[in-house]
């Protein structure tokens, strides 16, 4: 059962930058499109980006500009580099495939803008 696993979050002035990780299994990333979630706090989880096998990504329009996704097929992993970051970009973040398989949502790593 896969579970995935998100590393790279932490606490950033808002201007800031932070790199997100995920690796995957080979079995899920080779086939399916990733993507990168939030939940803020009192919030539903919500997508953040998507990336398609062939690389075709999709952006949420609040973070459009912003945040990149992108994949590594070398590494089975997904990125999501953010910049300018905003204290309204505070949440835990996690991936998933899209869409997401239930039993692969891992703990999630929190991002938090604060000055």
């Known amino acids: 059962q896969e579970q995935l696993v998100e590393s790279g979050g932490g606490l950033v002035q808002p201007g800031g930058s932070l790199t997100l990780s995920c690796v995957a299994s080979e079995s899920m990333f080779s086939i399916r499109t990733m993507g990168w979630y939030r939940q803020a706090p009192g919030k539903y989880r919500t997508v953040v980006a998507l990336?398609?096998?062939?690389?075709?990504?999709n952006i949420e329009d609040s973070v459009k500009g912003r945040f990149t996704i992108s994949r590594d097929k070398t590494k089975n992993a997904v990125y999501l580099q953010m910049n300018g970051l905003k204290p309204e970009d505070t949440a835990v973040y996690y991936c998933n495939q899209n869409p997401p398989l239930p039993s692969a949502w891992g703990k999630g790593i929190q991002v938090t803008v604060s000055s």
């Open positions: 990336i398609g096998i062939d690389g075709s990504t």
